[in-house]
């Protein structure tokens, strides 16, 4: 079976084309033929985040070259121009995520659907965040690993969740303000970093010589102590701001200063992703514990979950994807599709969007 999935629910326009096999036996087999992305970066980088009727704008040109090289790349191009390529379903993000945007990948599903008489299903961009796990683990019977802790963590989402099994979540904490992602892209451009800002906050940090022990800025570490799974990071981002009109010109501009502060926004937000994570994973007596989300793609914070959990609960499996499918892509989304075909209809006017869908 080939499943074409999309999405756009933000700034990037993301099509791939992914082929199923063993889909009766228990093990399941994703072979990627397509994954395309097509990044907005340089257009939201001087608004130092996404302008949402820009990310619409973009996706609105981009969806049909997208799709091309898409059809291309996974080796469907038809010779005659108006066969159907090899496609049995359609994947398409309906929410979370920014509504304009979602609207243009959404109607773009639908007409693909209605046009090649194939049936779509709806996907929660988040769902897809965490099954994307399972993209490579072909040959491990993933079944045995519930029930799981997962910790989605991205631009507008910092979540715990309680998989019992696939289609079985509970949101056990979430961040009461800022998500991680946004708080590395907003203490990033307080340091005058590009957009995104957590590749920038990790690529600055790396400069840095001196030991955590000589650092003089230390910021707090909210609610990591607290008895619930709940994360709060909009303090961080105020005491950042503090400290850096604080000090004196000179020294806020120095690439010292703005290192060494980059080195210690990204610590605090691994030491309290990692602390409520193993905690959640203890209470809870999972068998393994599931990451995903744009921030799961920082090499520092994979390094030292990968220690933490070694150390603290060995007994748990950990699952980590490849830092390219942790942020924005479609063939997360082709995977949750597949997880989902009870959901899949030919009937596009029942397919809406929820731009404040929860898992
Ligand atoms: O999942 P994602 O690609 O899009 C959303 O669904 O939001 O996540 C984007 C977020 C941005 O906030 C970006 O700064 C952050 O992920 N991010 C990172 C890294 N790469 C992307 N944060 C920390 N370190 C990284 N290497
Ligand atoms: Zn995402």
Redesign the pocket.
């Known amino acids: 079976m080939n499943i074409l999935a999309i999405d756009t ?2 700034d ?1 326009t993301c099509i791939s084309i992914l082929k199923v096999k063993n889909q009766k036996s228990k093990t399941v087999e994703f072979n990627i033929l397509s994954n395309i992305v097509s990044s907005q970066i340089k257009i939201h980088q001087k608004y130092g985040g996404v302008y949402p009727t820009l990310a619409k704008r973009e996706h609105q040109k981009n969806l049909m070259p997208v799709l091309k090289r898409a059809i291309k790349k996974a080796n469907l191009l038809k010779t005659s121009k108006n066969q159907k390529p090899n496609i049995n379903l359609i994947a398409v993000t309906v929410g979370p ?1 920014l509504d304009p945007c979602l609207w243009v990948g959404v109607n773009f599903a639908k007409a693909l659907g209605y046009f090649w008489q194939v049936p779509i299903i709806p996907v929660n ?1 988040i769902e897809g ?1 965490v099954l994307v796990n399972f993209l490579t683990k072909s040959d491990d019977n993933f079944q045995k690993s519930f029930p799981a802790i997962c910790l989605v ?5 910092t979540q715990l969740i309680l998989m019992k099994k696939i289609s079985n979540y509970k949101i056990i904490g979430e961040t009461r303000d800022d ?4 708080c ?2 907003k203490t ?1 451009r307080i340091l005058g970093l590009d ?8 690529s600055e940090a790396l400069k840095l010589s001196i030991t955590k022990d000589q650092s003089l800025i230390r910021l707090p570490r909210p609610m990591i102590n607290s008895k619930n799974y709940d994360f709060s990071f909009s303090g961080l981002k105020t005491a950042v701001l503090y400290d850096f009109k604080k000090r004196p010109e000179k020294i806020r501009h120095s690439r010292k200063y703005i290192s060494e502060m980059a080195k210690e926004i ?1 610590q605090t ?1 691994i030491d309290i992703l990692i602390k409520k994570t193993i905690k959640a994973a203890k209470d809870y007596k999972v068998k393994s514990i599931i990451l ?4 799961a ?3 520092e ?1 994979r390094k030292q979950f990968k220690e933490r959990i070694k150390k603290e609960i060995p007994s748990i499996k950990y699952y980590l994807s490849n ?1 390219g499918y ?3 892509n479609a063939a997360m989304i082709g995977v949750a599709g597949y997880f989902n075909q009870k959901k899949s209809t030919k009937n596009w006017r029942k397919i809406q969007v929820n731009a404040n869908l929860r898992i």
């Not at 963590?153 to 989402?157: A, E, I, L």
């Open positions: 629910s933000c990037d995520g961009h965040h963590v991205s631009g507008g989402h998500a991680a992602g946004e590395f892209d990033a957009y995104p800002g957590g590749p920038a906050i990790a990204q937000i995903g989300g744009g921030v793609a920082n090499k914070l830092t942790c942020t924005d």
